[in-house]
């Protein structure tokens, strides 16, 4: 029965070093970033999400017993991914999109993104 966790762990393994293996290198092949985001939100996480899975069944079926330390890293992993994705999304839209240019934002017809306020010259302060 060993022999069965054993491959179900690499198994894991294989899987989460393809999605690894996919995420780095669309981060270095795609060309702009809103494409860019996909590759460490989406693939990297799966690539680490599989390793953690690894580790949590290896110290489960293998050792027997169950680390806290997997399952908070996942957590982590999984509310800060998203976060970061609407960082970078929000960026780009900031810095390479007219307000004009994007799509109807709905009932308030403002995309939060654009909806600061003018800063005047001051001094120390870029606008670029």
Do not use: C
């Not at 990297?44 to 580790?55: E, I, Q, R």
């Not at 390479?96 to 109807?104: M, Y």
């Amino acid at each position: 029965m060993e022999f069965v966790f054993e491959l179900l762990i690499a198994f894991f393994l294989i899987v989460s070093g393809i999605f690894g293996f996919v995420g780095s290198f669309g981060m270095i092949k795609l060309k702009d970033p809103m494409s860019r985001l996909h590759a460490p939100t989406k693939a990297t996480t799966l690539g680490v999400g599989g390793v953690l899975l690894a580790s949590i069944f290896h110290s489960i079926m293998i050792e027997q017993y169950l680390s806290m330390h997997e399952l908070l890293i996942t957590l982590f992993l999984f509310l800060t991914a998203p976060i970061t994705a609407l960082f970078i999304a929000k960026w780009h839209i900031h810095r390479h999109e007219a307000p004009g240019d994007l799509p109807d934002a709905g009932e308030d017809n403002l995309w939060a993104t654009h909806a600061v306020e003018q800063v005047e010259d001051v001094p120390g302060h870029s606008t670029n």
